[in-house]
């Protein structure tokens, strides 16, 4: 049996088995790190920031950064969370997030940690991108003003035989996700439904499903983001 | 030398608008307008939305009354799904949705009458506008005050319970509803502490009714010829011929009573009704399309509905309709106050119903929604508590909305509020070189009567404050007065 790793967050102690993340080891102790791009079991991509620690004066991205023996974390700091506030200002500002009719809203990631973090109104000025929806999956329907390019579509959503659903289209400001339409043809109503559900925010829908979950229901209706979380820490 | 009479913005309505009074040179009256200065354009953002979106996306029209967007959108989509038009849903879907409505419309009609137009009745056209509102109301009259609070907050709650929130829920989906009454609301709304219980909610409604009977036997004359014209009168009813406002056929009557329109189905309204442009409003102007633009128009709301039907189910309001229709010995009521009258009826009808259905199994169990053969066309009409409202969406094979169209309850009364304000302004204004505060209280007291929401109609954004402008013939600007 492998040695635990000790390590603290905010001074708290804390372990973790060798290889995890920060991210990883920072669940599996209780302790909730904000991530947006991170999916359990899959690699992780490092690209929403909003998991970023700070070790040794620098700022790391907990869902990539191993822990390492001794590693001092810091997470839940003033300076981290107002970073945070400023990377969910410029995610609301870069798409057209209309939550009172998104049907993701109360289950929407991006959402339930704006309010966690008592973002306002963003200081930023919006862009008003124009993005064309792409409605012709039969099961799924895409809006591409709502997402956040965080990837958990093309490294989650698969097909049987392990390829990716979805893929990076143009660069720079003109990046967006795309869905092979041929291999998606045939999507089952399973596989459709899981995409909606890994989808952080409203950019992928399955058709016909809008509002069918009442409100209270929803997933932060009654409790924020993380607050599942609880602390196992002595 | 002519003057025009400008009052910007009105007040006590929801939205915003003026009215501009032209004077000629004997100061009488020449022509008069109701502008509706807002400009929304929902029917054109909604298009390349997936089209369940639009129920909670057409709502936000308005604050008052989402709840009749959201299920007329929501009746349209029950079409597109294949659930057919309103009598298709499970008992479940149709009956949580009525309960929504009953309560929405309970709640809107006491704000309208409690917060909105009792300062008038109360305290009189003339009175100090600083004692003639809702304040006033509360520091003189304080029971009928906490009465409107109360009555608005049981059909918000109501709301609350068969949509999920009081302003812009998501519970009715297309194809039925999402949820199921719980058993602890049902309790609530049946057996609340007083005042929160349904029985409670139909005495205020009775004693609201008896209110205004009493300040109509005082002020008959008032009652009845302020702003009185004829006109034809459009609503659905049901199939037997019954006041429904969740669901039915159009029905239009001339003045005398004479059926211009029956039993249509309201999937084809287009073959019925028709909508004129004018350049001086953002709100169009509908007719019914066989008597053309000069005649063909007509109002809905409340004093319609009355007009149209030939009974209401339910005990207590029969009765006093019975009374309410003897006034006119059967014919047609074409008297602009009795709005207030018919309002007050159809409130006592929405606590009778909601008692009903809150009685009724099938709200808490059974399955929540249907769906058939996929349409592109769908049409919903519900009767919202200012008239008549219709949604028209077309969608594409890709979900997509191409087309959207809404006939908005205060749109239909268009004409009736520019005639209503024309009678007005003449009886008033005739001959007069100042305009005085309780005159253009009176031009508002006239539009107040629709109950009219203007932000609805133009599909706009913010409240409604009336300022009126006198301007010379040279169209410079001679006096100027804002409520």
């Known amino acids: 049996m492998s040695e635990k790793i000790k390590f603290t967050i905010d001074g708290k102690e804390c372990y973790a088995e060798p290889g995890q993340t920060i991210l990883e080891a920072a669940l599996d102790n209780g302790v909730y790190i904000p991530s947006l791009c991170y999916l359990k079991d899959v690699i992780p991509a490092g690209s929403c920031r909003i998991c970023n620690v700070k070790v040794a004066g620098r700022f790391m991205t907990a869902c990539t950064t191993p822990v390492a023996m001794g590693m001092e974390v810091e997470n839940d700091i003033p300076e981290l969370n107002e970073l945070r506030v400023s990377i969910i200002e410029m995610l609301f500002v870069s798409g057209n997030h209309f939550c009172p009719a998104c049907e993701k809203s109360g289950n929407c990631e991006l959402q339930a940690l704006a309010y966690k973090y008592t973002m306002m109104v963003p200081r930023y000025p919006y862009l008003f991108p124009e993005k064309k929806p792409d409605s012709g999956n039969k099961k799924l329907f895409i809006d591409r003003n709502r997402c956040i390019l965080c990837k958990r579509c093309i490294r989650a959503v698969k097909d049987e035989q392990g390829r990716s659903l979805f893929a990076f289209k143009n660069r720079g400001n003109e990046l967006a996700i795309s869905l092979d339409h041929e291999l998606a043809e045939n999507i089952s109503d399973e596989l459709a439904e899981e995409a909606m559900e890994i989808c952080p925010v409203g950019s992928i829908l399955k058709k016909e499903k809008g509002f069918q979950q009442p409100i209270g229901h929803r997933k932060f209706d009654k409790q924020a983001i993380g607050s599942d979380i609880k602390s196992v820490i002595k | ?483």
């Open chain 2, 1 to 483: 030398m002519n003057k025009k009479i400008t009052i910007e913005p009105v007040t006590r309505v929801e939205g915003h608008g003026k009215v501009t009074i032209h004077l000629d040179d004997q100061n009488n009256v020449d022509q008069t307008r109701l502008h509706i200065v807002e400009f929304r354009g929902f029917e054109r953002f909604v298009q390349g939305r997936p089209y369940w979106e639009a129920p909670v996306l057409v709502q936000r029209l308005c604050g008052i009354c989402p709840v009749s967007h959201h299920l007329a959108a929501a009746k349209a989509l029950d079409v597109i799904v294949g659930a057919g038009t309103g009598d298709g849903l499970t008992p479940t879907g149709e009956k949580m949705r009525r309960l929504m409505h009953y309560g929405q419309m309970f709640q809107s009609h006491a704000l309208h009458f409690f917060h909105l137009v009792s300062p008038d009745l109360l305290f009189g056209i003339d009175a100090d506008p600083a004692i003639r509102n809702v304040i006033g109301v509360a520091m003189k009259h304080k029971d009928l005050a906490v009465q409107g609070v109360m009555m608005r907050k049981y059909g918000q709650e109501v709301i609350r319970a068969t949509a999920g929130k009081k302003i812009h829920g998501t519970g009715a989906i297309p194809g039925g509803i999402n949820k199921h009454l719980t058993p602890d609301d049902k309790e609530f709304f049946i057996n609340g502490p007083d005042p929160m219980n349904i029985d409670k909610m139909i005495d205020w409604s009775q004693g609201a009714l008896d209110f205004l009977k009493d300040y109509y036997k005082k002020n008959t004359d008032f009652i009845d010829n302020f702003a009185q014209f004829p006109s034809n009168h459009l609503s659905l009813v049901r199939k037997d011929g019954a006041l429904d406002l969740y669901h039915g056929v159009i029905r239009a009557v001339d003045a005398e009573g004479n059926r211009i329109l029956d039993d249509v189905d309201y999937q084809d309204y287009e073959n019925h009704i028709e909508e004129e442009v004018r350049s001086w409003s953002y709100m169009k102007f509908p007719y019914i399309k066989k008597l053309g633009k000069e005649k063909g128009w007509y109002r809905v709301g409340p004093l319609a509905r009355l007009n149209t039907c030939d009974f209401i189910p339910s005990p207590l309001a029969q009765k006093e309709f019975e009374a309410y229709k003897s006034l006119t010995n059967g014919k047609p009521n074409n008297m602009c106050m009795h709005y207030h009258y018919a309002r007050l009826i159809e409130t006592l009808h929405a606590a009778e119903m909601m008692k009903e259905l809150l009685n009724d199994p099938d709200l808490m169990e059974g399955e929540l929604t249907t769906k058939g053969s996929r349409q592109n066309r769908g049409v919903g009409l519900l009767e919202a508590p200012r008239g008549t409202l219709f949604h028209h969406y077309e969608v594409n094979d890709s979900d997509e909305i191409v087309k959207a169209n809404l006939i908005v309850s205060t749109t239909n009364n268009n004409e009736p509020m520019n005639q209503s304000v024309n009678r007005v302004a003449h009886s008033w204004m005739d001959g007069k070189t100042e305009i005085t505060e309780p005159m253009m209280n009176a031009v508002e007291v006239a539009i107040r009567a629709y109950d009219p929401c203007l932000s609805c109609a133009t599909h706009a954004l913010g409240k409604m404050p009336l300022e009126v402008k006198l301007y010379d013939a040279h169209k410079t600007l001679i006096d100027r007065k804002r409520t």
